[in-house]
């Protein structure tokens, strides 16, 4: 398949781009900043555009249409979006009917109707606690971030009953760990935060309450996997959903405890006063086991761990891998 992938350069979408090329894929990925792109593998073209200027979508090529598509570029920091909603949803939903306007003039060209498979996230079903929610939970965002992932859901949705795509919706919960040469270095993310402060680079962990509030966690790899196989599945006229996570619930105290068994040093920590948050959020991935035949094989968190702490050393302590050299780049 000929498949662009969209946020190329950010953690999720640089291990899809990758997976993808080694699946015998032709990958195209599409970047806002060259010099920020992670290295790729052989092979991967690389082409500049940004999602809210229609115009460098049609130089970097996305007119000319594409079997598959990864939409991955997004922003995504929950609290950052409270102040500031309108650069949120310019991004997440503006951007995303941009890149449609763009696939659908490729599918005119082509005749070819892509597959589009969505990266959202499990902040469109709120803040309640929840254990085991399932895809077919009535939507409730309490943040901006969550509500213009839900924005861009339905519109995609719209966009795939014309028959002009096949849609699918991959709700993620905490998606981390490393592979293929790519790792998390977002120190505003648990796991990042713990790592930093087992390696020295920070002084202290600061713990919200007692930290037994439960998450989910997937690795980046199983992440990945989902995506690939999400591709094949989608069909035209169609839009599925699907939550993507692993189904056990880990507390913070829990990740501290696996970044200091991985690493051979204790983390050390605050305890902060408590924040609003839900005390469980842990989603129901059965769906997408059943149906599209998807497994979490690499996502216990003593797994996620020990990668994203192998990686993010063997890398060094900026987080910043180099970029790759001799890839076309079309601007």
């Known amino acids: 398949m000929r498949v662009l992938v969209t946020g190329a350069s950010g953690f999720i979408g640089a291990v899809v781009t990758d997976a993808l090329a ?34 460098t979508l049609a130089r970097a090529g996305v007119t000319r249409g594409f079997d598959g598509v990864c939409h991955l570029a997004a922003l995504t920091r929950v609290r950052e979006s409270r102040t500031a909603p309108l650069r949120y949803f310019q991004a ?28 959202s996230s499990c902040a469109v079903y709120g803040d309640m606690d929840l254990t085991g929610v399932p895809e077919s939970r009535r939507p409730d965002p309490s943040n901006p971030y969550g509500a213009s992932k839900l924005a861009a859901e339905r519109l995609l949705g719209h966009q795939a009953g014309t028959g002009l795509l096949g849609g699918v919706i991959l709700r993620s919960f905490n998606v981390a760990g490393a592979a293929l040469g790519h790792f998390d270095s977002d120190d505003s993310r648990i796991i990042p935060a713990a790592i930093a402060v087992a390696s020295g680079r920070r002084d202290v962990f600061r713990v919200n309450g007692d930290g037994r509030a439960l998450r989910e966690y997937v690795h980046v790899g199983d992440m990945a996997a989902a995506y690939l196989t999400a591709l094949t599945m989608a069909a035209p006229g169609r839009c599925a959903t699907y939550n993507v996570g692993s189904g056990v619930g880990v507390s913070v105290i829990d990740v501290l405890a696996a970044v200091g068994r991985a690493s051979g040093r204790p983390v050390r920590r605050v305890h902060c006063p408590p924040v609003a948050e839900p005390q469980a959020l842990i989603g129901d991935s059965r769906r997408i086991r059943a149906e599209l035949g998807w497994n979490s094989p690499c996502s216990s968190i003593e797994r996620i761990v020990a990668d994203a702490w192998h990686h993010g050393r063997a890398a060094g302590s900026t987080g910043v891998p180099p970029r790759q050299r001799n890839v076309p780049i079309i601007t």
Do not use: I, K, W, Y
């Open 22 to 55: 080694a699946a015998g894929h032709a990958v195209t990925a599409m970047v806002r900043d060259p010099a920020a792109a992670p290295t790729f593998a052989p092979g991967v073209e690389v082409v500049v555009a940004d999602l809210l200027q229609s115009p």
């Open 92 to 119: 997440n939903l503006t951007g995303t009917a941009n890149l449609l306007t763009a696939l659908e003039a490729g599918t005119e060209r082509t005749g070819v109707a892509p597959a589009f498979v969505f990266g």
